[in-house]
């Protein structure tokens, strides 16, 4: 699952049109965040494992946060490996992260649309 859309529906108080423009403004905002820190991870090596596990584990809280099922299970699993010294893991699991946001932002921008 991309995006459990139920995550999303609850952010919605009501249905008018600030509150309509706020959750879009919020979206919108996350979804240049991920974009930025997917970008930057595919930058980063085991040399900057530090960083890395940063930017893993803040996708990864972005992601539970609003529903980005598949995001936040390639993200989380990549710091648990890294966190953990199994780098070859990680950069497995992490290969995967690029072709899923892509696809999950896909999602948000449709939900950001209705």
């Given at each position: 699952?991309?995006?459990?859309?139920?995550?999303?529906d609850i952010l919605k108080s009501d249905?008018?049109?600030?509150?309509?423009?706020?959750?879009?403004?919020?979206?919108?905002?996350?979804?240049?965040?991920?974009?930025?820190?997917?970008?930057?991870?595919?930058?980063?090596?085991?040399?900057?494992?530090?960083?890395?596990?940063?930017?893993?584990?803040?996708?990864?809280?972005?992601?539970?946060?609003?529903?980005?099922?598949?995001?936040?299970?390639?993200?989380?699993?990549?710091?648990?490996?890294?966190?953990?010294?199994?780098?070859?893991?990680?950069?497995?699991?992490?290969?995967?992260?690029?072709?899923?946001?892509?696809?999950?932002?896909?999602?948000?921008?449709?939900?950001?649309?209705?």
């Amino acid at each position: 699952m991309l995006l459990d859309r139920k995550r999303l529906d609850i952010l919605k108080s009501d249905e008018t049109e600030e509150e309509k423009k706020w959750l879009k403004g919020l979206i919108a905002g996350v979804i240049e965040d991920i974009n930025n820190r997917v970008h930057l991870i595919s930058k980063l090596n085991e040399e900057n494992l530090k960083e890395l596990i940063s930017e893993y584990h803040k996708v990864s809280g972005v992601a539970a946060n609003f529903g980005l099922v598949n995001l936040h299970k390639i993200a989380s699993t990549c710091e648990s490996s890294l966190k953990k010294g199994n780098i070859a893991d990680a950069l497995a699991v992490g290969s995967e992260l690029q072709s899923t946001w892509i696809d999950t932002k896909k999602e948000l921008e449709s939900y950001n649309a209705d």
